[in-house]
């Protein structure tokens, strides 16, 4: 088939590899502008943007993907299916109607569970054992078209939200070529969502990190490994009437019995080579990557050397 790719991050990567290794031909790929980026905030191509262009696909970058211009160039081009994995647009019904085959893309849940834009995030802050992937025939309303493909894998208890990302990027190239060849051979059975079981996955912000001790330790250990690498947890380390903001990467929950002392939520109560341990509403969990602000990744037990941590130091 003759497909247009519409895809912006890192995860839309493998769909965009696995198709232009297919027979099916690329007309174009439809990806978001350049955005600036670092300190000196220089343009940057999306990670699409970059394969695409090695590849010697034609790329196009429209401000607004609905333009009068871009909507012409997709007609000139007349694609039998456009492919979306991550775009980052919402997209016009006289775009969504005007392939044979409509448009297709590739959504990181086992909808209708995850609508939205944060679907792997969510997923991992909710404490979910099972995620996947769902490629659907795309309608006016948000992740809410009819089902071609659903793949289902288990999320590991320990496991961030960046590296399930990986792994479901992966999931998503193998069902979205298997979705192109059911669609192409008319083998397709299409599924309709049940309504009545959406969640939705709204995007996250950075504000939206700020760890609340206050939550059971399970919640916390979730809430930091969903938040992993982006918008990422955070916290703020009160000692000697300062307060330094800190990101917390990975904590890991702690099997210890209660030895019957209740602490106040965000109170060191421990350091060790093992991390910082750290009191919560129904027990404690140990800290253990960190990234000050400002400053690199390093371990629980360096930054606690590094910063002189005394037990009893609060973190809110």
């Known amino acids: 088939m003759n497909v247009v790719f519409m895809g912006t991050p890192e995860f839309a990567v493998p769909s965009l590899k696995c198709l232009s290794e297919s027979k099916h031909n690329i007309l174009a790929v439809i990806t978001q502008t350049d955005k600036p980026k670092g300190r000196k905030g220089k343009p940057c191509a999306s990670p699409v943007k970059g394969v695409a262009v090695d590849a010697g696909f034609h790329v196009i970058q429209p401000d607004n993907v609905n333009d009068d211009l871009t909507i012409e160039k997709l007609k000139e081009l007349n694609p039998d299916v456009i ?12 775009i969504l109607n005007l392939p044979k085959y409509r448009c297709v893309n590739v959504h990181a ?13 969510w997923a ?9 992937i769902t490629a659907i025939i795309m309608s006016e309303k948000m992740d809410a078209g ?14 961030t939200a960046g590296e399930l990302e990986y792994r479901l990027s992966r999931l998503g190239a193998e069902t979205l070529l298997e979705s192109l060849t059911q669609i192409e051979t008319g083998s ?21 990190g700020l760890i609340d001790w206050n939550q059971d330790e399970k919640k916390i250990h979730d809430f930091v490994r969903g938040m992993n690498p982006r918008p990422s947890a955070y916290t703020s380390l009160i000692r000697n009437n300062s307060k330094e903001r800190v990101i917390i990467l990975k904590t890991e929950r702690d099997d210890s019995l209660n030895n019957g002392t209740v602490n106040a939520p965000g109170t060191i109560t421990d350091i060790s080579n093992r991390g910082i341990k750290t009191a919560t509403s129904n027990g404690s969990i140990w800290i253990k990557e960190v990234k000050p602000e400002g400053k690199r990744t390093m371990s629980a037990a360096a930054f606690s050397r590094g910063h002189d941590l005394k037990v ?5």
């Open 146 to 159: 009819v089902m071609i493909i659903q793949k289902s894998l288990t999320i590991g208890p320990d496991e």
């Open 188 to 208: 397709v059975e299409y599924t309709q969502q049940d309504e009545g079981l959406v969640s939705l996955a709204p995007k996250i912000k950075k504000e939206d």
């Open 109 to 121: 849940s086992l909808l209708p569970k995850y609508r939205g834009a944060a679907p792997v995030n």
């Open 312 to 316: 009893n130091y609060l973190f809110q």
């Open 83 to 94: 492919v979306v994995v991550a775009f980052g647009q919402k997209i016009s019904s006289e």
């Open 124 to 132: 991992v802050i909710n404490g979910e054992e099972e995620t996947g």
